[in-house]
């Protein structure tokens, strides 16, 4: 099992930055790949960006590209997602997920085994 803990969510303006981090506990040794999920109220769970856990090989949303930006801190067992230029549609509960498969490249929920609880992203104009 991997468990996943979520921070550095909170309200920012539009045109600001967060950056939201992910504590890997467990058996994060079987961890094959990452990433981060959104979901805004009334809409259905989308990708945002994914990273390989080894490699760190990145991929991302189109929606996202050039603004956010994830990485990957093996020694501490933490994935971030930097979020910049914020928008008021970036508002969201983003969730990080895990999966002990490859290959990279996933982007269905179904492709991530494991997942944190959310933090909230709040855009203000």
């Known amino acids: 099992q991997v468990q996943l803990v979520e921070s550095g969510g909170g309200l920012v303006q539009a045109g600001g930055s967060l950056r939201l981090s992910c504590a890997v506990s467990?058996?994060?040794?079987?961890?094959?790949?990452m990433g981060w999920f959104r979901q805004a109220p009334g809409k259905k769970r989308e990708f945002i960006a994914g990273?390989?856990?080894?490699?760190?090989?990145?991929y991302y949303a189109d929606s996202v590209k050039g603004r956010f930006t994830i990485s990957r801190d093996n020694a501490k067992n933490a994935v971030y997602l930097q979020l910049n230029s914020l928008k008021p549609e970036d508002a969201a509960v983003y969730y990080c997920?895990?999966?002990?498969?490859?290959?990279?490249?996933?982007?269905?929920?179904?492709?991530?085994?494991?997942w944190g609880q959310g933090t909230q992203v709040t855009v203000s104009l």
């Open positions: 990273i390989s856990w080894a490699g760190g090989t990145t």
């Open positions: 467990g058996r994060t040794r079987n961890v094959d790949k």
């Open positions: 997920t895990a999966d002990p498969h490859p290959p990279l490249g996933r982007t269905r929920l179904p492709d991530f085994n494991y």
